[in-house]
Every structure is written in C-alpha cells, then in structure tokens.
C-alpha cells in the first residue's frame, strides 16, 4: 500500500485508505519525537526545501523538525531575504532549488494553485503547506489523527468548524478529509464568510453558533484572519467575538466531553475565550501529533519507486 | 507479484516449535548465568511473538521472567528507497530500561542480517545495552552482512528463490515452520 501520487496537494480526492495509511504510519512515527534520541536514518541523504511565500511559525518548524528527526537535510527559504523580492517567478526560483538536487519542496504560497502548478513540472515531491483559501492538507491530517487518538474513530463522528470559512484553507481541507472518512462536519459563522452553495460539498450549515456546538463531538475554531480581511465582512472584531467566539458559556452548551481545537495561531479573546484555551491541551497536542503527520508524509513520499503510480 | 505460493515442506510442527524454543531458553539461561539483568526485545512482526513465549519458557525454568519489548526497524532499513511501497511500520515499544542489560534481540527467521543490522542501529538510538546477543527460531542463510546468531532453533538450508514462513498460533490458523515455493 502506498500513495497514489507523487506530490501531497490536497484532502481532494485521497481515498480513505491513503488517509488511514498516513495517519497509522503517523503513529509510530509520534514515538520519535518521545525519545531522548529524538532521530531516525530514514530519510537520510534526501534533501528538503521548506519554500515559504507567507509567515509561518508552526507548520515551518514542523515540517523543519519532521525532516530533521528522518535525518533528512531541511534548507528553509524565506522569501523575503531571497531572490524573490528581485522579481524571480515561482517556477524559476523552483526549478533553480530543483537543480541543486532536492528531494521534497514544502511550498506555502498566497496563490490557491501554487503547489499544483509546480508539481507538474518538477520531479521533486510537492507538498501543499498552505495555498491560499484552497487547502492545507497536513493541517487537515493533524487534526484528523488528533480527533481519532483522543475519540478512537472518525466514522460517525460530529464536527463544528466555525469561522471564517469562505477564506479557511484548514477548513476546506478538514471538510474534504472529514466527509471521506465518515464523519458529520456542521459549519458556523457570519454569513458573509459561509460560500454560497457550500451545502453541495455535504455540510451542514448553521449561523447561530449555540445550536451549532450542541451535541458536536469536536469543535474547530478558526482563526479570524485579519491580514485576509479587505472587504469588511463583518462589523468589528467586538461583535464577532460575541456571536461566534468560544468562551465558557457557549461551551456550556457543547458535550462536557467535547473536543475543542485550533489550528493556531490564536487570537485570544476574538475567535477563543482565553480561559476556553487554556483549559484545553488539546491545542498543543495537534501541535505535537503534527510533526509526526508531516514525518509519515515525508517518509511515504520519498521512499518507494511509485511505479503504481 | 506472487501466484499462489506452495508449501514445499513442513520444517517444524507445533511440537518441534516448541522443544526448540525450550532448548534456546535453556541455552540463553546457562549463557547469561540466569536470568539477572536479562532483557528480550522481539522484532516485529514475527519475533515479538517468540519473544514472548521465550520469557515465559524462562520463567517455567528459572522462576523470574525477563521484561520483554518489541521493536519496529523500518524507519532503520536500507530498503525504503527501492520498495515498491512503504510497509506501515508497527510499534516499538520498550518501556524498560535497556541500559547495561543483558539483550537478547529475538526474530523468527534469520536471512540476509540485514533485518539485525537495522536492529542494531535501532537499539543503539534507545541506550547502551552491556551486550547484545541474537536468538531465531530459524536459520535460512543467504547472509549478506557479517551478522551471526547466538542461539538457533533450526538451521535450514535453502535457496534463495523459497520463503520460509513460521506461523504461529499467535496470528491465528495452524502453527508450523513450513517452506514455501512460488
């Protein structure tokens, strides 16, 4: 069993197995970060690239970490200190990494598209860290393998996604990974960052966020983006807070048991009550389970000779 | 990639699996002057199993079992990049101090080495064991690294082009060594 293509781009499309492999090879991979030898010679001699078009903290350090712990050499590009701001196009910035002999390029871009678009031509593996308001697929398997380790399954379970959705890559690519492997997933937030048709996907929408986290097994939280907000879709961030904020009473109305996530980082006080956040170790616990999603990834795409493919 | 391979010949039924794990408990206790400071680690999948019932063998004999691990070499092969898919590795799990022990690494067949050269490597990342001997229930040459067991249930000679399979009960069906030829 393996992945059916070269590249990781998005939640689109993967079957249910590919999804299942990722996430049961992610398990042995989390006992790496345990030991005191924090280091496999898995990937040893390949060479990663962290391409980055857009800040980062989490899912940069993580792919780093991901990469360093298979013994695999990481190079970050920041693109802000690259040949970038002298005008050089994606492709060749890409193709120029790809000439030094690289084995995996991590792109997160602003464009929806990018990594698709360098994936058809580089030989290198492509992985999506971000694209835009298209996806983010490790975030969506982070959080799958989070809600399955803490739940037990995915099959039949209840998630809300609140937020702003019409700009969230996390929320498109959970929505993607949620629906394939069984699970209800109920979207909030203010209307004007619900998309229009989003029912078609298999969601189910809701605006009042009360009933909403109601008999939900996991509540997703979404970051309010604010560098993404231009239009002025919504009054100010005070009402926001107030209509599709998490803080302790709303949670009152969700399962005592239920499951409250983040994908980071978060805006306290806005879309998270601060006391909501520090009561759930939930929120670094994706963090953790993160770096072992991105060393499976890495691990099943470079190993093997894809001849399925 | 294979037809339906064929059993070619039975090497150890139940009985003769079981009289050769009783004789390596008995060789790896008169080895290692009993049981103190005796660690089994079983490589997955087939040698966790064995590692098993190893240490309950050495209880019967010397009253004290011995901890028992299991270990996963996947992310340690030398393989991955000409595969055709990756395996799913499986777990590894010691959760006992490895330090200074006496480690006896037991797998079901030994073949090229390079499974126990994996191991090793492995091993090495969890502590500093006093010293590490090798047990297999099945010796099938072909060695392709200088690696040798300590203690062996059965040498078999083989060609290359055959499978040996240990089943156990373990998995569930019939327990036998049986070779197995496309």
Do not use: W
Request: glycine share 8%.
């Amino acid at each position: 069993m393996s992945l059916s293509s070269k590249d990781l781009l998005g939640m689109k499309g993967m079957t249910a197995e590919e999804i299942n492999l990722i996430l049961d090879t992610a398990a042995t991979f989390k006992d790496v970060s345990e030991r005191d030898i924090k280091k496999v010679p898995t990937l040893r001699g390949k060479t990663v690239i962290n391409l980055f078009y857009e800040a980062s903290t989490r899912t940069r350090t993580s792919f780093e970490l991901a990469g360093k712990r298979l013994s695999a050499d990481v190079i970050n590009i920041t693109t802000s200190t690259s040949s970038v701001v002298k005008g050089e196009t994606l492709l060749d910035t890409a193709r120029n990494i790809e000439a030094m002999k690289c084995n995996i390029i991590i792109i997160r871009h602003p464009c929806s598209g990018a990594p698709e678009f360098l994936s058809t031509r580089l030989k290198s593996a492509v992985i999506n860290a971000g694209d835009g308001f298209h996806e983010h697929p490790t975030q969506a398997l982070l959080d799958m393998f989070t809600m399955r380790e803490k739940l037990g399954r995915l099959d039949g379970l209840t998630v809300a996604i609140v937020g702003d959705i019409a700009h969230s890559r996390v929320a498109r690519s959970n929505i993607y990974g949620l629906l394939t492997m069984g699970a209800k997933v109920r979207v909030c937030g203010p209307a004007t960052m619900i998309p229009c048709g989003i029912e078609n996907m298999g969601v189910e929408v809701n605006f009042n966020m009360d009933r909403v986290v109601e008999g939900a097994d996991v509540i997703m939280m979404l970051r309010l983006q604010v560098e993404r907000q231009v239009a002025g879709l919504f009054p100010g961030v005070r009402e926001y807070a107030r209509f599709y904020g998490l803080n302790q009473a709303r949670l009152a109305c969700a399962a005592k048991n239920v499951l409250v996530m983040h994908p980071g980082p978060m805006n306290r006080g806005v879309e998270i009550a601060s006391d909501v956040a520090d009561g759930t170790p939930v929120i670094l616990d994706q963090v953790t389970n993160g770096v072992a999603i991105r060393m499976a990834v890495m691990f099943l795409l470079t190993g093997g000779t894809k001849a399925e493919a | 990639m294979t037809m339906n391979p064929k059993e070619k010949a039975l090497i150890l039924d139940k009985a003769g699996i079981d009289r050769a794990l009783t004789r390596i408990a008995h060789e790896i206790l008169e080895k290692n002057k009993g049981a103190k400071e005796l660690v089994l680690v079983g490589i997955q999948r087939g040698g966790v199993h064995i590692a098993k019932r190893l240490a309950a063998k050495i209880r019967q004999i010397e009253g004290v079992e011995p901890p028992v691990g299991s270990l996963d070499i996947t992310m340690y092969r030398d393989d991955l990049a000409t595969r055709k898919s990756q395996p799913v590795p499986q777990a590894t799990d010691i959760t006992f101090d490895i330090q200074g022990k006496m480690m006896v690494l037991v797998d079901d067949v030994i073949f090229t080495g390079r499974t126990i050269r994996a191991a090793l490597n492995s091993i090495m990342d969890y502590g500093r064991p006093h010293r590490i001997q090798l047990a297999v229930l099945v010796d099938r040459g072909h060695r392709e690294l200088p690696i040798r067991a300590d203690f062996v249930g059965k040498n078999l000679p083989t060609s290359a082009k055959e499978k040996v399979e240990v089943m156990l009960a373990e998995d569930g069906g019939e327990e036998k060594v049986v070779i197995l030829e496309e």
